[in-house]
C-alpha cells in the first residue's frame, strides 16, 4: 500500500508540476502502457486485503464492493488507453510484448474474482455475478493479449531475439498463458459448488467446467513456460547490462507469478510432489530476484540513474513555455 501510495503520488505531482509531461506520458505510444499499472498495483492491493483483513477489519459486502471499483478502475483506464495506442500507427519491429500491458487490468478480473469468492458467501446470488464477470473479463483479456503474443512471435521472425531494455519484456508473454490458466482452475473449482447452489443449467455443470478448466489450465500451462524458457535463455547475452535499464528488469518478477502459482495447483489436483517441490524453488527464485532488484532501483535512484526526465523533454517544455510567453506578450490583452 507504501508503494501505491509513492507511485500515484508522483503521477499526481507529475501532473501537477509538469502537465506537458504527463500529457506526453498519457499519448506515448510506448510509455503509455505502463500507466494501467497502477491498477494491476491497487488489484495487489484488494487481493491483500482479503487475506488479511477479512473478517477482524471489514466484512464480505466491502469486499464485493472493491471488486466493482476495480472492474470500473480497470475498464475506465485500459480503454482510453487502447484508444490512445490505436490511434497511432506502430513499428513491428519494435513490438514487444509489454505493449500488452494495457489489457493486462482487465485481464485480472479473474484474478481478483476468485480471491473475492474466498469470503463473499457462494449461496448468495453476488457471487454468481462475481463469477460470471471473472470468466468473462478473463477472456476478454486472454484472447486480446493473445493477440499481441501473435505480433510478438512475427517480430522476434522479423529482428531475431529483443535486444536491451526489451529483453525485460519477453518474460510479459509468460503473463497471459499464466494468469488465465491459474483463474480458470480456481474460477472452475468455485463453480462446482456455485452452480449447484442456484440449481443452474444442469447437475453436472459445475464439474463439467472444473474439468475443461483444468484441461485449458494445462494446455495455456505448457504455454507460459515455452515463453518463460524463451524469454530466459538469451536474456543475458541481450540485456545491456546498466543500471539506467533497471525499472525494466522488473518484468522478470510479476509475469512469472501466475505459472508459478498453478504448480501448487497441479501438485494439490494430480497428487503429484514433483509439481510442489518445483513451485517452492520458483517461489524461492522469485523472492530472490524482487529483493536483488529493489536493491538495484534503489542504487540507481540514488546515484541519478532514474526518475529523471530526458534533456530532449526538458527542452521541448523549455521552448514551449518560452513561445507561450512570447504569444502572451503579443496578444492586445496583456497591455
Not at 20 to 39: E, M, N, S, W
Request: hydrophobic share 55%.
Amino acid at each position: 500500500m507504501v508503494l501505491f501510495l509513492l507511485n500515484t503520488t508522483t503521477l499526481l505531482l507529475q501532473a501537477i508540476l509538469y502537465p506537458r509531461q504527463a500529457y506526453r506520458l498519457l499519448t506515448d505510444p510506448v510509455k503509455g502502457i505502463f500507466v494501467p499499472l497502477i491498477v494491476l498495483s491497487f488489484a495487489t492491493i484488494v487481493i491483500g486485503t482479503i487475506n488479511y483483513a477479512v473478517p477482524r477489519h471489514i466484512g464480505p459486502s466491502a469486499i464485493y464492493a472493491l471488486f466493482w471499483v476495480y472492474v470500473t478502475f480497470a475498464v475506465l483506464t485500459c480503454i482510453p488507453m487502447l484508444m490512445i495506442w490505436f490511434n497511432k500507427p506502430h513499428d513491428l519491429s519494435h513490438f514487444t510484448p509489454a505493449f500488452a500491458f494495457l489489457i493486462f487490468p482487465m485481464m485480472l478480473v479473474g484474478v481478483v474474482a476468485f480471491n473475492v469468492l474466498r469470503v463473499v458467501p457462494l449461496e448468495e446470488n453476488r457471487a454468481l455475478g462475481v463469477l460470471l464477470v471473472g470468466y468473462f473479463f478473463q477472456g476478454l483479456g486472454f484472447f486480446m493479449t493473445f493477440f499481441y503474443l501473435c505480433i510478438y512471435i512475427i517480430r522476434i521472425m522479423m529482428t531475431g531475439f529483443l535486444e536491451g531494455h526489451q529483453a525485460n519484456g519477453a518474460f510479459v508473454a509468460c503473463g497471459p498463458p499464466g494468469f488465465t490458466a491459474l483463474a480458470l482452475v480456481r474460477l472452475g473449482r468455485l463453480s462446482i459448488k456455485i452452480f449447484d447452489q442456484h440449481n443452474l443449467i444442469s447437475p453436472m455443470a459445475g464439474e463439467i467446467w472444473y474439468a475443461c478448466s483444468v484441461m485449458a489450465a494445462l494446455l495455456l500451462f505448457g504455454l507460459a513456460i515455452f515463453f518463460f524458457i524463451f524469454g530466459a535463455l538469451p536474456w543475458w547475452f541481450k540485456i545491456h547490462k546498466n543500471m539506467k535499464e533497471i525499472l525494466g528488469c522488473w518484468a522478470l518478477t510479476f509475469p512469472n507469478v501466475g505459472w508459478i502459482a498453478l504448480l501448487r495447483e497441479f501438485g494439490d489436483i494430480f497428487r503429484i510432489p514433483g509439481f510442489h517441490i518445483l513451485h517452492v524453488i520458483m517461489a524461492v527464485v522469485m523472492c530472490i530476484t524482487w529483493a536483488v532488484l529493489f536493491v538495484l532501483t534503489v542504487v540507481a535512484f540514488a546515484k541519478g540513474y532514474i526518475f529523471k526526465s530526458m534533456s530532449e523533454d526538458v527542452i521541448k517544455d523549455s521552448t514551449l513555455f518560452r513561445h507561450s510567453l512570447e504569444e502572451e506578450k503579443k496578444s492586445p490583452t496583456s497591455v
